[in-house]
């Protein structure tokens, strides 16, 4: 059975730091990888997804994601953290024709 | 391009009473999905439609929960009668296409219940 587990359900950050949100993933074959963005009081969105092209996937808002299959990771970076990037991230996998969510993690900003 | 709307974004009722959501999905997506979210915790699905049809209603509590998505457009999410537990965002989401690609969902903002 495919899970998505996300170490840490808050993260805090200072201003200007590196973000890293970790995502670890069991899968009985090659997954589909997502990230996806929830800001308060809004819909989920998608921020990056990894499809078995290059294992290093950039998305939007200067985030990445590095796929590596020997530490069935898929860990959420970002080089510099900003104010607008408090919200609550999900890793999710998909799995016939659904997705399997991680709980989330929360990331806070510290000016 | 709209994206997906929702209405209510907000809706308080006591227990026992009946709620209905409604969704609009992208032009075009012929997937349409609900989902129920609990405070702290990642989306769980409850539906998904693929057209008309509903393909996996699994984890749909038949109970009191029914959905419908008539000539395959906006879909409507139902509970009835509501229960404290039944307190939470119900998200709807579209896709253009399944496959493993199925990530790939556009959400809407939710709708928030409460249940008192």
């Known amino acids: 059975a495919q899970s998505v587990t996300q170490l840490g359900s808050h993260v805090s950050v200072s201003e200007g730091a590196l973000v890293l949100l970790r995502c670890n993933y069991s899968s009985s074959v090659p997954p589909y990888l997502f990230w996806y963005v929830q800001y308060p009081n809004q819909g989920l969105q998608l921020l990056l997804k990894?499809?078995?092209?290059a294992t290093l996937v950039k998305g939007i808002n200067g985030f990445e994601a590095e796929f590596k299959k020997s530490e069935t990771s898929f860990h959420l970076t970002k080089p510099s953290a900003h104010m607008s990037d408090a919200a609550e991230y999900f890793c999710a996998v998909s799995r016939n024709y659904q997705l399997i969510w991680g709980a989330g993690t929360k990331l806070i900003i510290k000016p | 391009e709209a994206g997906v709307v929702q209405s209510p974004r907000y809706k308080i009722i006591e227990k026992k009473q009946p709620v209905a959501f409604w969704c609009n999905p992208i032009?075009?997506?012929?997937?349409l999905y609900w989902y129920r979210q609990n405070l702290g915790q990642g989306p769980e699905l409850l539906i998904r439609y693929e057209n008309e049809e509903a393909v996996d209603d699994s984890q749909l509590p038949k109970d009191r929960f029914s959905a419908e998505r008539l000539k395959g457009v906006d879909s409507t999410l139902k509970i009835q009668p509501a229960e404290l537990g039944d307190s939470a965002v119900y998200l709807c989401a579209s896709s253009p296409s399944t496959g493993r690609t199925a990530g790939e969902l556009f959400f809407g903002e939710g709708s928030r219940l409460t249940v008192l």
């Open positions: 990894y499809t078995s092209a």
């Open positions: 032009s075009g997506h012929n997937t």
